[in-house]
């Protein structure tokens, strides 16, 4: 049996299920608990974020959204309902918010189904992919206040053309 050494055992599976990713995460968290506060990444972060909206989607919506391709229509779908104001509550009151949640699964989706990592930049987060950032904060927040059209199939399709 293959040892992890510690820098794998940081390294997020994403390809990994969202059950994977789950204890993955709770076994990142226990670590920090008990002191690690290395593993405090951004990557770490944002994975964290975009579980707990993968939960909460099923939870308020009924919507089963996973790291696969398959889950790009829901994901148009739970922006419609935002949209729609089905969802109206904490979509952008803090860095907690639904818009927040929102971006950080569509960025892990991006990198697990297509490639890249999480950046920080002046616009907010972004995933690279191939030297090419692609703004999930902007491009979620522009759609959930009205000031774009841009499908997430769209917005998804046109990061997958940089690989």
Same mark, same amino acid.
């Given at each position: 049996?293959?040892?992890? =050494? &510690?820098? /794998?055992?940081?390294?997020?599976? !994403? ?8 204890? +993955? !995460? ?30 909460? %989607? ?14 790009? #229509? ?14 109206? =509550?904490?979509? +952008?009151?803090?860095? !907690? @918010? %639904?818009?927040? @949640?929102? @971006? ?9 189904? %297509? #490639? ?9 987060? @972004?995933?690279?992919?191939?030297? &090419?950032?692609?703004?999930? /904060?902007?491009? %979620? ?23």
């Amino acid at each position: 049996m293959k040892r992890l =050494d &510690r820098e /794998d055992g940081r390294k997020i599976p !994403y390809q990994a299920s969202v059950a994977e990713m789950e204890k +993955f !995460y709770d076994r990142q968290f226990d670590l920090i608990k008990k002191g690690n506060t290395d593993l405090v990444t951004l990557e770490l972060v944002m994975l964290g974020k975009a579980l707990d909206f993968i939960h909460m %989607i099923k939870k308020r919506l009924g919507t089963e959204l996973d790291l696969t391709e398959r889950s790009v #229509g829901a994901l148009e779908e739970v922006v419609d309902a935002c949209v729609r104001g089905v969802m109206q =509550d904490n979509l +952008f009151t803090d860095e !907690y @918010s %639904i818009a927040k @949640s929102m @971006s950080a699964y569509l960025g892990v989706l991006i990198i697990s189904t %297509i #490639g890249g990592g999480w950046e920080d930049t002046e616009t907010g987060m @972004s995933v690279n992919v191939n030297g &090419r950032s692609a703004n999930v /904060d902007d491009y %979620i927040e522009r759609r959930l206040l009205g000031l774009s059209d841009l499908k997430v199939q769209t917005f998804y399709s046109s990061v997958k053309l940089v690989k």
